[in-house]
Every structure is written in C-alpha cells, then in structure tokens.
C-alpha cells in the first residue's frame, strides 16, 4: 500500500501562485508514475499533470501547460505541483495520485487539497 498526504492548498487571489506537495509512504516512491488530478465542484475529476519516475518526464493537460510545474524528489519521497498564474477557473479539491511500480494508470490517491482563487 502506498499512503499519499497532500499539503499547501489555500486561498490565493488570481494572478498569484501556490506550491502543492505530495509526501508517499507505505512502498519504494521510484518507479512509479505520479500524478496531480482535480475537481471542481459539480464537475468530474481531470487530470493535470504526470511525472514518470527515473527520468522524470512530464506531461500536462492542455489548459495548465505553461502555468502549472509538476516536479518531484525520489529522495524525499514528495511530488510536487508549482501553480503559477491562477486563476479562478483552478479552484478545485487537487487530488495527489500514485501508480503501482512499472504500471501506467493510476491505484493510490491522496485525501484532496482545497485550492480557492479569487477574482
């Protein structure tokens, strides 16, 4: 099993910038994919971005590329999520998630952080 704790949600006004993270424990951190999702009330969770494990190659969704750094520190066993340029459209529950070693699709998920912006 692997636990995912997420931290650094807040209230921001538009414009401005957050920093999520993501502390795993429970099993080895490398090797697997992580990965941040959200959802916005009365709308389905999507995906924003992923990390692979060794060579750390990303990928985001469209509408977060350019605003949003997915990063993460195999030693610290943390994913992080730098958010830059907010704007109300990213309020949402940002959900931290994990996959098994070597697998693509996601098994772990974290408990959520609340991410308010403001007009």
């Known amino acids: 099993q692997v636990q995912l704790v997420e931290s650094g949600g807040g209230l921001v006004q538009a414009g401005n910038s957050l920093r999520l993270s993501c502390a795993a424990s429970g099993r080895t951190f490398s090797g697997t994919l992580m990965g941040w999702f959200r959802q916005a009330p009365g709308k389905e969770r999507e995906f924003v971005a992923g990390?692979?494990?060794?060579?750390?190659?990303?990928r985001y969704a469209d509408s977060m590329k350019g605003r949003f750094t997915i990063s993460r520190d195999n030693a610290k066993n943390t994913v992080y999520l730098q958010m830059n340029n907010l704007k109300p459209e990213d309020t949402a529950v940002y959900y931290c998630?994990?996959?098994?070693?070597?697998?693509?699709?996601?098994?772990?998920w974290g408990q959520g952080t609340q991410v308010t912006v403001q007009s």
């Open positions: 990390i692979s494990s060794i060579v750390s190659n990303t």
């Open positions: 998630a994990a996959s098994k070693p070597g697998y693509t699709s996601y098994t772990y």
